[in-house]
């Protein structure tokens, strides 16, 4: 379940809000609100490249190949 108060924003002008999961494989990893919690790095590449496909789009160069896409971004999941 979500708080986040960003479709209040949306009401007044144009925007995405896009979640990335930053968790572990592990079905027990800690969660965000944990001390023990450990950012699964692989999400910050992903989350940087999904930004720099939106830029991409918006200035009108060729977009990705979404199977180069995801697997630039993760490598071997």
Same mark, same amino acid.
């Given at each position: 379940?979500?708080? +986040?108060?960003? &479709? $209040?924003?949306? *009401? #007044?002008?144009? !925007?995405?809000?896009?979640?990335?999961?930053?968790? !572990?494989?592990?079905?027990? =990893?800690?969660?965000?609100? &944990?001390?023990?919690? @450990? /950012?699964? +790095?692989?999400?910050?590449?992903?989350?940087?490249? /999904? =930004?720099? *496909? %939106? %830029?991409?789009? *918006? %200035?009108? +160069? &060729?977009? %990705? #190949? #979404?199977?180069? $896409? @995801? &697997?630039?971004c993760l490598g071997k999941v």
């Open positions: 379940m979500t708080g +986040e108060d960003f &479709s $209040f924003y949306l *009401q #007044r002008v144009p !925007g995405v809000f896009f979640r990335v999961g930053a968790a !572990g494989p592990d079905p027990d =990893w800690p969660n965000n609100h &944990s001390p023990l919690f @450990t /950012i699964d +790095e692989r999400a910050l590449s992903l989350g940087a490249s /999904i =930004w720099i *496909q %939106i %830029i991409r789009d *918006q %200035i009108g +160069e &060729s977009p %990705i #190949r #979404r199977k180069n $896409f @995801t &697997s630039s």
